[in-house]
């Protein structure tokens, strides 16, 4: 399996909400921070959100008071809760955590990529 799975991406209108999760697979002893990135067609990834070990939170100046990262540690699992989505933020969205496991030891680790699309 690969370590992260990401879901939730889709078609939206201006205004309305989706809800993104990142889960990681297979024989996970620990967990650093882990993030969501996004890119757009013709522009570079930029990092949307990204959240420690213990809870703390930062966010692109683009998507504070939009957006909200969190994190079920028991679960493994990070999420990204995106409201009053617009145009712009229309992307490839991709998670990244760094992952302590059984057979590999630490390793730094991308999703698979889920399209966000909104409309106007």
């Known amino acids: 399996q690969v370590p992260l799975v990401e879901s939730g991406g889709g078609l939206v209108q201006a205004g309305g909400s989706l809800r993104l999760s990142c889960a990681a697979s297979?024989?996970?002893?620990?967990?650093?921070?882990m993030g969501w990135y996004r890119q757009a067609p013709g522009k570079q990834r930029e990092l949307v959100a990204v959240?420690?070990?213990?809870?703390?939170?930062d966010y692109a100046d683009s998507v504070k008071n939009r957006f909200t990262i969190s994190r079920d540690n028991a679960k493994n699992t990070a999420y990204l809760q995106m409201n009053s989505l617009e145009p712009e933020d229309t992307a490839v969205y991709y998670c990244?955590?760094?992952?302590?496991?059984?057979?590999?030891?630490?390793?730094?680790?991308w999703g698979q990529g889920t399209q966000v699309t909104v409309s106007s």
């Open positions: 990244n955590a760094k992952l302590y496991s059984g057979g590999y030891g630490w390793n730094n680790y």
């Open positions: 297979g024989r996970i002893f620990s967990v650093n921070a």
């Open positions: 959240i420690s070990s213990g809870g703390s939170t």
